[in-house]
């Protein structure tokens, strides 16, 4: 049975290995301090059979919300585990008062495009502008 929960740091090494197996970049430690000290409920995992088998990164600025780094083992993909994450995002979302949630997807990523619009999300024609600041590095 899946169990959703939020992130503890003792979960970190499995979330940076399922990053890196759904081809996502790993956030540094330091980067989820400073995020974890704004909003760490929103920070979710999956647990299967005690082990880490999805996670969803979620922010809030007091206006938006924002779901980033959605991701599944391949292993236990197709068995409603991202939904699962997403619907507690939401849900926690919800209880903070957001209005709106946003997410990024990459455009010729068909079949996320395909997941997001059947959870409701809508593709808009904004333009992504974005900036390095600081250590340009990463």
Same mark, same amino acid.
């Given at each position: 049975?899946?169990?959703?929960?939020?992130?503890c @740091?003792?979960? *970190?090494?499995?979330?940076a290995?399922?990053? !890196?197996?759904?081809?996502r970049?790993?956030?540094?430690r330091?980067e989820?301090?400073?995020k974890l000290?704004?909003?760490?409920q929103?920070?979710?995992?999956a647990?299967l059979?005690?082990?880490?088998?999805?996670? $969803?990164?979620?922010? *809030?600025?007091?206006?938006?919300? @924002?779901?980033?780094?959605?991701a599944?083992?391949p !292993?236990?993909?197709? =068995? #409603?585990?991202?939904?699962?994450?997403v619907?507690?995002?939401?849900a926690r979302?919800?209880?903070?008062?957001?209005?709106? $949630?946003?997410?990024?997807?990459?455009?010729?990523?068909t079949?996320?495009?395909?997941?997001w619009?059947?959870? #409701? *999300?809508?593709?808009?024609?904004d $333009?992504?502008?974005?900036?390095p600041?600081?250590?340009t590095? =990463?």
């Open positions: 049975m899946v169990q959703i929960r939020e992130f @740091w003792r979960d *970190y090494d499995d979330v290995a399922l990053w !890196a197996a759904a081809g970049d790993v956030l540094p330091d989820l301090t400073a000290t704004r909003d760490p929103l920070f979710l995992v647990e059979d005690g082990a880490v088998a999805g996670v $969803v990164l979620g922010t *809030y600025d007091g206006r938006r919300g @924002w779901i980033l780094r959605l599944v083992d !292993a236990h993909r197709r =068995r #409603g585990i991202a939904t699962m994450l619907g507690e995002l939401e979302f919800t209880a903070l008062g957001c209005p709106r $949630v946003n997410l990024l997807v990459m455009p010729d990523s079949t996320a495009l395909r997941f619009q059947a959870l #409701g *999300y809508l593709p808009m024609p $333009v992504l502008c974005t900036k600041m600081g250590d590095s =990463r």
